[in-house]
């Protein structure tokens, strides 16, 4: 079972959705048991960080979630899936912590004439090879996008992909059994069905 973590806010049904389509076993979930008995975990979102943050520390999803990524178990983030994933954010007043799995924070994009958010299609380079969530995908690649903030990693050995929007931001990072992408694989059409194929086959 893959169980899709609901905190109140999230693109739930269309990430649900494509994995079932694909024959995957998908469950939307808010019980912490939940995540210890399924196989996979996703984390997609949209919105606050801090909000998604406060949810899931209500729903008392955070340690249970920490806990099964440090045993191995493959997760995928999906965009405030990525996000929460390190130390803080410079979203909202003072900044907002997250769960601290990776070292690094999470930044607004600046720039005179850049749009924010950054939204639609992208190309998507992988800097890593090896990565099997792009087996079988072309190399620059267009992924579709929506956000206003990127992450900045400390280690840059966990980049497997960047985009340029302004700056060469990373776009997807890879550490061992976490996969985390700032695009939308869900709403990349073909290209984006084959990313979450792949995930459904590891």
Not at 3 to 16: C, E, F, K, P, R
Not at 36 to 55: E, H, M, Q, T
Request: with cysteine; hydrophobic share 40%.
């Amino acid at each position: 079972m893959i169980a899709v973590i609901d905190y109140g806010v999230g693109n739930l049904g269309s990430v649900s959705n494509a994995i079932k389509y694909l024959g995957g076993p998908a469950k939307i979930t808010n019980r912490p048991a939940d995540l210890k008995k399924a196989d996979k975990i996703v984390l997609p979102g949209v919105g606050a960080f801090k909000d998604a943050l406060d949810s899931m520390n209500e729903l008392g999803l955070i340690e249970p979630l920490k806990e099964e990524i440090s045993k191995g178990k493959i997760y995928l983030g999906i965009c405030l899936g990525l996000e929460v994933l390190f130390e803080k954010s410079e979203e909202g007043d003072g900044g907002s912590e997250g769960l601290g799995i990776i070292k690094g924070d999470v930044v607004k994009f600046r720039g005179r004439g850049l749009k924010v958010p950054h939204m639609g299609w992208n190309q998507v380079k992988t800097e890593r090879q090896g990565c099997p969530l792009f087996k079988g995908i072309s190399d620059g690649s267009f992924f579709y996008f929506v956000h206003s903030y990127y992450v900045e990693p400390v280690h840059g050995g966990i980049k497997a992909a960047t985009t340029d929007y302004g700056l060469n931001f990373t776009s997807m990072v890879w550490k061992e059994n976490i996969f985390a992408t700032q695009f939308h694989p869900e709403k990349s059409q073909t290209v984006g069905l084959k990313f979450l194929l792949n995930f459904l086959k590891i």
